[in-house]
């Protein structure tokens, strides 16, 4: 049976429950994160903890646990779970409040949770890339801040859906700012481009390992907003996650990125990540 943590227990997910005026559920009222571990290893964890610190603090909540209290749970519920490749999911929300007002609580005892899934590369993705389309960003605009509030980023990966899309590019002001749960780069004239860290979109911890990796590979790099008018010239589009690590989007708008198939600065920077999984140093 999958493992889960509440509040300082270890049980099983089935059993895990929160009560109804759990304000991460009345109001979104919260913020997660979630970190990597391949063969038991936590990856980029101290970036992510950084993160989680940030956000937290963001929304005013004191964060209830020390890296290494995390870090321990991370391994415990890895541990319980045999896959190589699995992703931790932290959950802290600001706690439960009977009186169901949007007030902040004066005592707020925050609910804690995690648990883990696993992932695996799609083959599919890795060969022949996706297919996007762009879609109105109508999230708010702490998109840097990684709350429960994911509504928008649903429904535009529905609408892409319904459009025979794999996932929608959201595009605010004419910027194409990052993807419903990824960030998004672009090769432009042979330049590694993403938007410099803003509101507007999530900072992403691999997105910023593959800056550091392409940097050090002598890829040329720009932090710089890419307008929508932009991504059909683009060579290649990828969009980065902890989760999808970096997939190539060969299909925009129903035409070819590039030509159409994952392309060669792709190559090069997907295989950096790989060796940077199986042996990290401090890219
Ligand atoms: C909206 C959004 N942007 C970007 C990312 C990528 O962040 P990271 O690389 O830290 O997983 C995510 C991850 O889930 C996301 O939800």
Redesign the pocket.
Known sequence: MPLAYLNGNYLDQTEAHLPLTDRGLLFGDSIYE?IPVYHGQPFQADA?FA?LQQGLQAIRIANPLSPSDWLQIITTLSTANPAPAQAIYLQITRGAYAGRAHQLPEQPQPNLFAFSKTFTPDPHILQHGLHAITQPDVRWHR?DL?TTNLLP?VLALADAHEQGADDAILVRDGIAR??????LIAILDGILTTSPDSPE??P????NLILRLAAKAGIPCARRDVHVDELPLADEIWL????REIAPVTRLNQRPVGNGTPGPVWQQVHALYQAEKTNPDDA
């Open positions: 979630v992510h993160r998109c990684k980023n990052e993807g419903t749960s990824s960030n979109l999530l992403g911890v691999t997105r980065s996650s902890s989760t």
